[in-house]
Structures are given as structure tokens and as C-alpha cells.
């Protein structure tokens, strides 16, 4: 959202030729200056975009902090503090999105509710997990650099701590072939926000705005579908290529999704750090106990509905993952959750691919801005013209 301003944009860039010098000609001292100069850049940066956001997000993230210490440093209660540090941090986010401190009319609320919040639960949550798990000391600046990581602050993707951590003590080179590359994927990113996604912005809404019937709703959901595609993909492509010159690995968060011959192989590819943290955070501490398909259709059906709440405290989204959780469930029962291309007939992989993007384009409907849109292309498919 924020590199879509000119202003954002140019120091993002200064501060990342700035990296890229001293990662050139202070290659003994660089990992010690980008760990001290990258912190002081986030915080001025979200403190020139709203200041009350950043104040917000230290005290968060000094909390999360204490909790890891103590986490990392006991034996007898540990488990118990880890349980009581994820309740806080879901908590968090259920206070703020409640509709009773929405009335309250808190001026700093909606900033904070729409910059990067439920992705930033995710990065404590896994930080709290890396200090149950690895018992190691937690570095307060480098939890600072971790959360407000600018690139990928509001929208991800989402990187491990232990990740970040490792690269954050690591020097990579940014030589001439990197840089071309990341700038290209930057203004990749950009044509994708700025042109691509107003275009189908403008015929989506054009669409909702003729006399509805099934062949109008098929567009609509099309549209809106491809609009949704660039909008994450364009991000993206602008966090890794800033996260590039700064001398990061950002994760891929779209491996070509559109083919993807089931849903369970859509979802690995689409918004794929997403996925990553909800299988390596809730599936796998559950698979454990059962390797059955309905058992595991279950815990599909429970991540579905989990990443629905996430995205959203409303009907819609709900309902989101309620429709996609039913068909992981029907798809692991089934078993049905992968086709190898190489072992089956080319033809038989694309209606396969076309029938997985059908179903999720389908449940974009539950992406509707409002319940009104939503039943309003629900109702185009009841009549013909």
C-alpha cells in the first residue's frame, strides 16, 4: 500500500543504494551496520507514515519480547508461558477487531487494524515459537528489524524468525546482476499494482453495474479473481525486490497457482508463506496423532476456517473458509490432494487445473466487499439473461 506513493518510494530506494554501497566497500563491518542502521531506518519510516502506528508496534513488540525471554530462559513453566503468549497475541487482534472497541471511535485504531496487524501476529506468534523451541536469546533490535521489515511490513510475505534471524547474520553479496534483477521485479510489481489492478478494478466495477445474470456473475468472479492475483502478486514482487537490494531472501508468495491441478497443491502456491506458517504451526503439531484422511481433512477443514477468521470477524469471510475447508476435507477423503503432471495425461492435468481455478474463483464471491455484492452475483447465476 505504501509503495504506491512517490514519497515511500524514494526512500525505500536511498536507503537501499545506501545498503548496497556499504555492502560493496565495508563487506568486513557491513552485517554489524545493516543490523544497526536497519532498525532506525523502519522506525523513521512508520514514524513519517503515522506515528501513533509505530508507538503501538513497540510497545507489541517490547511485550512479545518479554515473553520470549522469559520463554527461553525457563524449564518448569515454559509450556505454560508459550500457551499464554499466543492467547495474548490473539487476543490483541480480537480486542482491536471487536465491535466494541470499534465504537469506542479510538483515532489510532483503524491505522493499526488495516497496516500489516494479522500478518505481524503471525511473525510473533513464530517468534515465540522459535524461543519455546530453540531456547535461545532473543536480540531486541533484531526483533525490531524482524516485525517493522519494512518490505514485507503490511502484507508479507512471511518469513520465519529463525530465517530472518540467519540471514540478518549473514553477508550476501548484491552484485550489478542482483540489483537489475530486483529493480525489475519492483517495477514489475508496480506495473502490476498501478496499471494491471485498476484495470480490472474498473471493469470488475462495471460489471456489478449492468443488469446481472449468470453470464455477467461469471465475468464479475473472473475479474475479480485476476484482480486479486495481481494485487498480492505486484506487492510481492515489490517486497522481494526491496528486500533484495537491502540483502534478503524475501520467500516466493506465488508459485504459478493457475496450474495447480488440486486445491491442496493451489493453496502450497498461492499465498504460499501463508500456508507454510498455518501447516508448520497448527497442521503439524496435530498430524502427530493421526495420519488417517479424515483426520487430516479435519485439521484442513480447521485451517480453512482459521485463515477465514484471520483474514476477517465477518460473515463473508467465515464463510470463505467454511467453502474451502469443505472441499480440502472432500479433497484429503477423497484423496484426491495430488496429481503428478508427469503421470498423467496432458489433457486430464489441465481440466484438472481448470476445475481447481474454477472452485476458487468461484469463492471469491466471499471476498465481496459487501454481503450485498456478494448476493447480488450469487443471484446472477439463477437466471439466463
Not at 470463505?320 to 486430464?348: P, Q
Request: charged share 15%; hydrophobic share 55%.
Amino acid at each position: 500500500m505504501w509503495f504506491i506513493d512517490i514519497g515511500n518510494l524514494f526512500y525505500l530506494l536511498i536507503f537501499s543504494v545506501f545498503i548496497i554501497v556499504c555492502n560493496s566497500f565495508l563487506k568486513d563491518k557491513f552485517i554489524l551496520i545493516r543490523r544497526i542502521c536497519l532498525p532506525v531506518f523502519f522506525i523513521f519510516f512508520i514514524f513519517s507514515y503515522n506515528r501513533k502506528l509505530l508507538v503501538f508496534y513497540l510497545v507489541y513488540i517490547l511485550l512479545n519480547y518479554v515473553f520470549a525471554q522469559i520463554i527461553s530462559y525457563l524449564d518448569r513453566l515454559k509450556k505454560a508461558i508459550f500457551l499464554i503468549s499466543i492467547v495474548f497475541n490473539v487476543l490483541v487482534v480480537i480486542l482491536l477487531r471487536s465491535e466494541g472497541i470499534y465504537k469506542m471511535g479510538i483515532p489510532w485504531l483503524d491505522v493499526v487494524l488495516v497496516v500489516g496487524l494479522i500478518y505481524n501476529l503471525l511473525k510473533m506468534i513464530d517468534l515465540q515459537f522459535y524461543a519455546y523451541y530453540m531456547s535461545e536469546k532473543i536480540n531486541l533490535f533484531d526483533l525490531v528489524t524482524y516485525i517493522l521489515f519494512v518490505p514485507a511490513f503490511t502484507s508479507g510475505p512471511i518469513m520465519p524468525y529463525r530465517a530472518f534471524n540467519q540471514q540478518l547474520y549473514s553477508y550476501k553479496e548484491v552484485d550489478s546482476i542482483s540489483i537489475e534483477k530486483f529493480i525489475k521485479r519492483i517495477i514489475r510489481g508496480l506495473f502490476k499494482k498501478i496499471v494491471i489492478v485498476k484495470l480490472f478494478s474498473y471493469i470488475y466495477y462495471s460489471l456489478l453495474g449492468l443488469k446481472i445474470n449468470i453470464f455477467i456473475s461469471i465475468l464479475i468472479l473472473m475479474s475479480y479473481y485476476i484482480l486479486l492475483y495481481f494485487d498480492f502478486a505486484g506487492y510481492t514482487d515489490i517486497a522481494i525486490g526491496f528486500g533484495g537490494l537491502m540483502g534478503f531472501d524475501v520467500p516466493e508468495n506465488f508459485k504459478k497457482p493457475f496450474t495447480s491441478p488440486t486445491l491442496t497443491q493451489f493453496w502450497r502456491n498461492w499465498h504460499a508463506t501463508l500456508g507454510d506458517w498455518f501447516r508448520s504451526h497448527v497442521f503439524m503439531p496435530f498430524a502427530q496423532f493421526s495420519q488417517s484422511r479424515i483426520f487430516v481433512g479435519a485439521l484442513s477443514f480447521m485451517i480453512m476456517f482459521l485463515i477465514g477468521l484471520w483474514h476477517g470477524f465477518n460473515n463473508l469471510f467465515i464463510l470463505w473458509g467454511i467453502y474451502h475447508g469443505i472441499l480440502l476435507f472432500l479433497e484429503n477423503v477423497l484423496n484426491l490432494t495430488m496429481v503428478n503432471k508427469r503421470k498423467v495425461k496432458k489433457s486430464y492435468f489441465i481440466f484438472r487445473c481448470v476445475a481447481t481455478n474454477t472452485l476458487v474463483g468461484f469463492g471469491t464471491i466471499f471476498f465481496s466487499e459487501n454481503i450485498e455484492i456478494a448476493k447480488k452475483i450469487l443471484h446472477g447465476f439463477t437466471k439466463l439473461w
